[in-house]
């Protein structure tokens, strides 16, 4: 099976932004480009484990799963991550140091969708 674009997004700079709540098991990749033709950009991607929802304050950096922390990213160049696995209710989260960069969820389904609790 081949990966699928699932989700693309430019972020605002310096804000956690939720790129996926999975509603599965996947096998994902996230793949980043940098929009300026002149600055280097800075980024990170990370994976909230739904087993710690809500993450409790000042507990963010313990209870994340870093895929990529604080990588720099040329003038007009682009990274993809690793792949990496994620289970259903696990939240997929980026973040860029200037806004100009540009992100791309890849996936491949794996396990049968979860029906997402009643608030």
Known sequence: MSLSRIKSL??????DTLLL?????????VITANQSDAKETKISV???PF???PIPSGQEEELRAYIVKDAIIPPSGSYETWRFAVQALDKVVVRSNNGKAS???EAVLTGTPVEEPAP
Do not use: C, K
Not at 21 to 29: D, L, V
């Open 46 to 48: 990370w994976v909230e």
């Open 103 to 105: 992100f791309s969820l």
């Open 21 to 29: 709540e999975t509603t599965a098991s996947y096998i994902m990749a």
């Open 51 to 53: 087993e710690y929802a």
């Open 10 to 15: 430019n972020p605002v700079a310096n804000t």
